[in-house]
């Protein structure tokens, strides 16, 4: 899916729950980031928490020790009380599934994962083009008080890229504005 080159950039295809696939293309590799998502399901989504234990594992195998992912504001549940009206009562009960399996994830990594991690936990993702606008952060939240509920997908990466070796950001989870 991806058509962009660029001589820093590998993209590859690999079985994202199949460890031994994971395995033979992190080997070599500085750093992961991950953007996976998946759909809304009932009962429960659960492919957040699968792929980032297998993603882990095999990081560790292949002595890759630095993951970034990309989660949502509102995994947290008792701050999808601070969402505006509109993503209180019509978005987060149709995505609940997806924030409450990324937040399962979130727990793991701080409580399980040996690696050095950062979670970006951007507002509603857009298609706009990337900005030069500077960021807001709150560590350890679950939304950017007083920020816009919009994000643009290209400010995201730039924002991902831009902490790649950021040593403040390991084992923190950040929610992210522009």
């Known amino acids: 899916k991806i058509t962009l080159a660029h001589d820093n950039l590998k993209v590859v295809e690999a079985d994202i729950f199949d460890e031994e696939s994971l395995k033979v293309q992190f080997s070599g590799q500085d750093v992961i980031v991950s953007c ?54 019509i978005l987060i009960p149709m995505i609940r599934t997806v924030l409450n399996n ?12 040996d690696v050095d991690f950062t979670v970006v936990r951007p507002a509603g993702l857009t298609d706009a083009a990337v900005t ?36 403040k950001y390991y084992k923190k989870q950040l929610a992210i504005a522009v």
């Not at 990324?102 to 994962?113: C, G, H, P, Y």
């Not at 606008?133 to 350890?140: D, M, W």
């Open 132 to 167: 030069k606008g500077e960021f807001k952060v709150a560590e350890g939240d679950y939304h950017v008080e007083g920020a816009a509920g919009r994000i643009a997908r290209a400010d995201v990466a730039r924002f991902m890229l831009s902490i790649l070796q950021e040593e």
């Open 102 to 113: 990324m937040r399962e994830t979130e727990v793991w990594l701080d409580a399980e994962a």
């Open 36 to 89: 996976l998502g998946f759909p809304p399901q009932k009962p429960v989504v659960t492919g957040y928490l699968e792929v980032t234990k297998k993603v882990v594992s095999a990081m560790k195998s292949s002595s890759v020790s630095r993951l970034v992912v990309c989660h949502s504001w509102y995994t947290e549940e008792e701050s999808r009380g601070k969402a505006w009206f509109i993503i209180r009562w």
